[in-house]
């Protein structure tokens, strides 16, 4: 909270020092903290019914009433900072908020080829529930063997723990003999291709992982991953890599779902507003790839602020979710949701190319790609 609250401080000069408020005082304060929601009252988060963890070694809590702020997204987590009074008794109303400066672009390192880069990304499930054929992950395999691009990310779930099909009792595998039949397939339809292939499991899905979050990388057998070779990748979620001077995060962690069913917000313009483009910029403004607290699967909450915190806003943040495909530019961050490989009798995978020799810096980088929703 304190670095939250210095950046506020840096972005807002007009705010001279913070103060812990006490409830009875009329004196207009300065103050910052992390959204909490009452569990005891049972009550949906709402501009009257929010409260504040403030930061200090009593871990005191007060109510809040947002009603006058013109416009507001808040979610259980989300660091902010406000000014107001405890003119309602018991409450502090917030006239002001205030936020840091935007998160500045990772670095841009131009590489040394002119070849523009090719990295597609495809989010499972990759077979439809009602059965274990694979058809669109083997469409979109095909594709990746003629047209080769440097890199294809796979996330999560690979092998479904909703799928109905695998459910039942006369279903003769067990899930990893599932999971590793289906690296030996795309080891085998990727032969002699110099496309680069990384695997990110879904905490929430995924058979062949632990429901944790962060989650560590998927374990193959060693036939898989001699099959594969060093063309195979396994990534934690969430990750974050640079490739060929592109900085980009993806998770599978559904984190813009989860925030669409806690976040509460008003505003004068809210039919006509964004609300993908909103939920996606919590990611940049609170400077995490997963901020909502608490997290809606089990997690070590001091692992998840180590490895989910943005120092840097990446180039791009690939955010897989079983909502609509999207492509976002927010800020000079492309933010992308592939959409699912199976929904139905379709699906549609992420196509990006950067000229990264075009690109001057890193925040005209996205004037220089291209970003397309492909359907299979």
């Given at each position: ?98 936020h840091p400066k935007p998160l500045p672009l990772s670095a841009f390192e131009k590489p040394s080829n002119d070849e523009n880069l090719r990295v597609w990304f495809a989010s499972g499930p990759f077979t439809t529930s009602e059965n274990c054929a694979y058809e669109q992950l083997c469409d979109l395999l095909e594709l990746v063997a003629k047209e080769q691009p440097h890199v294809l990310v796979l996330m999560g779930p690979l092998v479904d723990s ?215």
């Amino acid at each position: 909270m304190a670095a939250f609250a210095g950046l506020c401080r840096e972005a807002n000069p007009e705010i001279t020092d913070w103060s812990t408020p006490v409830a009875g005082s009329s004196d207009a304060e300065y103050i910052y903290g992390e959204i909490v929601r009452s569990i005891a009252e049972d009550l949906h988060l709402s501009d009257e019914t929010a409260s504040l963890l403030l930061d200090d070694e009593a871990g005191t809590v007060i109510k809040l009433d947002l009603s006058k702020l013109p416009e507001i997204s808040i979610f259980p987590g989300q660091l902010v900072a406000l000014y107001g009074s405890f003119e309602n008794g018991d409450r502090f109303a917030a006239t002001r908020q205030f936020h840091p400066k935007p998160l500045p672009l990772s670095a841009f390192e131009k590489p040394s080829n002119d070849e523009n880069l090719r990295v597609w990304f495809a989010s499972g499930p990759f077979t439809t529930s009602e059965n274990c054929a694979y058809e669109q992950l083997c469409d979109l395999l095909e594709l990746v063997a003629k047209e080769q691009p440097h890199v294809l990310v796979l996330m999560g779930p690979l092998v479904d723990s909703k799928n109905a099909f695998m459910q039942r009792p006369e279903f003769p595998e067990t899930y990893e003999n599932v999971m590793n039949q289906l690296l030996r397939s795309i080891a085998k339809t990727l032969e002699g291709c110099r496309t680069e292939v990384m695997v990110q499991p879904a905490p929430f899905r995924d058979a062949c992982c632990d429901p944790v979050f962060p989650t560590p990388p998927f374990l193959f057998s060693s036939d898989v991953c001699k099959k594969m070779g060093r063309r195979l990748h396994c990534a934690p979620d969430p990750c974050v890599v640079r490739i060929n001077g592109v900085e980009m995060a993806f998770t599978s962690s559904e984190v813009v779902v989860h925030l669409s069913k806690n976040e509460w917000h008003r505003s004068p313009e809210q039919e006509n507003h964004d609300r993908i483009t909103r939920l996606n910029s919590h990611l940049l403004d609170q400077r995490s790839l997963y901020p909502l607290l608490p997290p809606s699967v089990p997690s070590s909450l001091e692992e998840l602020i180590k490895i989910c915190t943005l120092r840097t806003a990446p180039h791009v943040i690939v955010c897989s979710s079983l909502l609509a495909a999207s492509i976002k530019n927010i800020n000079n961050t492309v933010v992308v949701n592939p959409g699912i490989t199976a929904r139905g009798g379709s699906g549609t995978f992420l196509r990006c190319e950067m000229s990264t020799s075009v690109a001057q810096d890193a925040s005209n980088l996205p004037d220089c790609s291209r970003f397309e929703i492909v359907k299979l």
